[in-house]
């Protein structure tokens, strides 16, 4: 079954953590070299205008310089430099010194927890030449291949550096290995089927990734699954990876119906890309809020990518997956073209209004027998009458053979995105800019958008034990 089913009745809690210098050119012709300090020195250089060049430290300290007019100038210390300074900082490093900060845990920190603007970073790199742009994905991989801005293509190429790296390093623990080797699983794909990149890979605590089936850099219809409780890189990653490529098929089933969009095709992101609560932590939204704020900068790279040529930019988001999607899309920080949430337990937002979302592009999955749907765990149930969503209509046979329907009704909390169900064809077509045509059927099957009501879950009724392989 996908892995984007496998998933629990409530969620929560707090994000843990988990050769030769390439100058950077500031005039035509002219390289000021950045002097470094790694282990508390630093050697003096002279820049064009006569003045000395700020020292950017990876580790230690450094003394600042004095320019020919006596003034001081500032050292830069790329483990505490934030926003632009810390880009600036990481390009003037040489090969040796990349190397040293991919290492180094405050450096990491910043790129992968507080990095600078998804339009800061396209900006940058944009701004650098072909031989610093290789420097740092060669050199600083890890860093590079989670940095929101920089171009797939390029993140993918560092992040299977990192991934070769840590499955070839023998002192790495199991548990790391472990979560490396699903993500080595989950990026094998079937001859003929579409290409996958890693676009993110931490390591830190229970780890982190996202996997694009298709192409991000020229798609028209980017769908980003964002998977809800119980849901880890190390036990899911290969699963839920292979139920994007599941939606990705659906998707380009229907592209014949597809709206008008900037691109060609569609590309479908697996995104792990926050800590997922399990029954040790169901009581906060403290992840949820952590995983909006996530979310949003992935959903900002891949604009700032694609800026002048954006994608339709959907997302699809189960269980407590949902509950962060709709956190994320309320903050102000991030837009989408549509939203399609299944088996919600709800959240603090009231409306479809307060939804940064294209109007009548909210769409509500409560299958028969899902006792999270609809309950508002966690607040308002977007299915409900008044929030202003698009029930979908999934009340086609068990059995789609047996009953003659053209789709299978899902039944359970586990089963929105397997093939064949006729959730899977709707999230399909909203998807391709077609959530006209799941209305009409809604208005057929006279469901008039309401949400059904369902008693309030058993926290212990889904339980991870519960958790099916796919069919």
């Known amino acids: 079954m996908p892995a984007v089913q496998s998933v629990a009745v409530v969620h929560a809690v707090a994000e843990v953590p988990e050769g030769p210098s390439v100058p950077r050119q500031v005039m035509t012709g002219v390289h000021p070299a950045a002097s470094v300090s790694v282990a508390g020195t630093t050697s003096a250089s002279v820049s064009v205008a006569g003045t000395m060049s700020a020292p950017v430290s990876v580790a230690g300290t450094t003394s600042a310089p004095v320019s020919r007019t006596g003034t001081t100038s500032a050292p830069g210390d790329v483990t505490v ?3 632009r300074a810390f880009l600036d900082d990481l390009s003037s490093l040489d090969r040796a010194d990349l190397f040293r900060a991919d290492r180094d845990r405050r450096v990491l920190a910043t790129a992968e927890d507080d990095p600078p603007t998804a339009a800061e970073v396209a900006a940058w790199w944009s701004g650098l030449d072909d031989d610093e742009r290789e420097a ?18 390029e993140r993918d190429r560092a992040n299977r550096a990192v991934l070769a790296r840590g499955l070839a390093d023998a002192a790495a623990g199991a548990a790391v290995k472990g979560m490396l080797g699903q993500v080595r699983d989950a990026l094998v794909h079937e001859v003929g089927a579409p290409d996958r990149s890693l676009i993110t890979l931490d390591t830190r605590g229970s780890g982190r990734a996202a996997i694009a089936v298709g192409d991000l850099a020229s798609a028209a219809d980017v769908t980003v699954v964002v998977p809800g409780m119980f849901f880890t890189v190390t036990g899911q990653m290969a699963d839920f990876t292979n139920t994007a490529n599941d939606l990705y098929t659906e998707q380009a089933t229907v592209a014949g119906l597809a709206a008008p969009g900037s691109g060609n095709g569609v590309a479908v992101v697996a995104w792990m890309g926050y800590r997922t609560p399990d029954l040790s932590n169901i009581m906060s939204l403290g992840l949820a809020k952590t995983g909006a704020d996530r979310l949003a900068r992935t959903v900002g790279g891949l604009r700032a990518v694609r800026a002048g040529d954006e994608p339709r930019v959907n997302i699809v988001a189960h269980s407590y997956g949902s509950t962060t999607a709709l956190m994320a899309l309320a903050s102000g920080r991030m837009r989408a073209d549509s939203l399609t949430v299944l088996g919600s337990p709800g959240s603090d937002v009231r409306s479809a209004a307060d939804l940064a979302v294209g109007s009548g592009q909210v769409f509500v999955g409560d299958a028969h027998s899902d006792p999270v749907a609809g309950s508002g765990y966690f607040g308002t ?8 969503s698009t029930v979908l209509d999934l009340t086609g046979g068990v059995d789609a053979q047996d009953a003659g329907d053209v789709f299978r009704r899902p039944v359970g909390h586990n089963d929105y995105l397997k093939p064949g169900t006729a959730s899977l064809h709707d ?9 006209d045509l799941v209305r009409e059927q809604v208005r057929r099957g006279e469901r008039g958008g309401e949400g059904m009501p369902q008693a309030s879950p058993d926290m212990y009724l889904v339980r991870p034990q519960d958790l099916q392989p796919r069919d």
């Open 81 to 83: 430099d934030h926003g």
């Open 136 to 153: 740092l994905t060669s050199c600083a991989p890890s860093v590079i291949g989670n940095l929101d801005g920089v171009p797939y293509a």
């Open 381 to 388: 149930d977007p299915g409900a009458a008044g929030f202003g």
């Open 427 to 435: 999230v399909a077509l909203i998807a391709v800019g077609r959530g």
